[in-house]
C-alpha cells in the first residue's frame, strides 16, 4: 500500500448520504402570542369591572327645583360611552344575591350588605376629544397622555369589531379620571334591557393597568411646597 490514506468520507457501509440530509436545518420560533387587548361582553351575567358601556343614562337632581314647591326635577345627562370601576367580587356577589332574592320570591333591600347599592363608572370620550382638551397645554403632555404616563388621564386603543359584543368596533378612546360618577345598581341592570349595551371590557392585565391608575389618581397627595420648589 502506498502512500497515506486519505480521510474517510460518508458512510463506512457503502451507502451513499443524501446531501440535503447533511444540511443544517434552521429551527423556525413562533412569534409569541400576546393576550388581547379586549374581550366581548356577555349578554347575561353580572357586569364587569372595565366592562365599557354605551348608552348610558345618568339622572341628576336639578338644583333649581330642590325646596321647589312644583317637585323635583331631574337633569338627564347622556354618556355616549362609560367604563365600570367597580370591582368584579363586589359586581358578581351583588347579581348572585339578587338573582336568589328573586329566585325565592323576596324583597330587595338596599340596606343588605351582599348588594352594591351604585356601580361605579368612569365617562370615556374619544381619543380626539381628550386630545382637544389639553392641547392648548403643549405638545408634551400630549404625547404623555398616548403613552398612559400623564396621571390624570388613561389612554385606551380602538376595539375591533370582533372584540366588540355590538360587533361594530370602537376608536380609539380617552378617559378623564375626574369624569367618574355612580348609578344605582338596579337601576343600571335596567338599563341594559333598554338602548344600553354591553360592548367589552379589558383583558385582565389592562384591566389591572387601568384600575390601579385610577386608584393612584384618587389617591394622591396634595403637597402644600413640592420638594424641588425653592
Do not use: W
Request: proline fraction near 6%; hydrophobic fraction near 35%; include cysteine.
Amino acid at each position: 500500500m502506498t502512500g497515506d490514506a486519505g480521510p474517510i468520507l460518508g458512510n463506512t457501509d457503502g451507502n451513499q448520504t443524501d446531501p440535503q440530509e447533511l444540511a443544517i436545518t434552521t429551527v423556525q420560533t413562533a412569534e409569541p402570542i400576546l393576550p388581547p387587548f379586549y374581550i366581548p361582553s356577555r349578554g347575561d351575567g353580572p357586569l364587569r369591572q372595565a366592562e365599557i358601556l354605551s348608552n348610558v343614562h345618568q339622572h341628576r337632581i336639578a338644583l333649581e327645583s330642590l325646596g321647589s314647591p312644583d317637585g323635583l326635577e331631574i337633569d338627564p345627562i347622556d354618556h355616549e360611552l362609560a367604563i365600570i370601576l367597580s370591582q368584579d367580587c363586589d359586581l358578581e356577589q351583588d347579581f348572585k344575591r339578587r338573582e336568589s332574592i328573586v329566585r325565592e320570591g323576596g324583597r330587595i333591600d338596599e340596606l343588605d350588605d351582599k348588594l352594591l347599592p351604585s356601580v361605579l363608572l368612569c365617562e370615556v370620550g374619544t381619543e380626539r376629544a381628550i386630545d382637544d382638551a389639553i392641547r392648548p397645554l403643549g405638545r408634551t403632555i400630549r404625547e404623555r397622555f398616548r403613552q398612559n404616563h400623564e396621571e390624570r388621564y388613561q389612554f385606551l386603543r380602538g376595539v375591533d369589531a370582533t372584540d366588540d359584543a355590538a360587533a361594530e368596533g370602537l376608536e380609539a378612546m380617552g378617559i378623564d379620571f375626574k369624569r367618574y360618577f355612580t348609578i344605582p345598581t338596579a337601576e343600571l341592570y335596567a338599563q341594559l334591557n333598554g338602548q344600553c349595551r354591553r360592548r367589552c371590557r379589558l383583558a385582565p392585565q389592562y384591566l389591572e393597568h387601568f384600575s390601579t391608575r385610577f386608584s393612584n389618581h384618587l389617591s394622591r397627595v396634595g403637597l402644600p411646597k413640592n420638594h424641588h420648589d425653592d
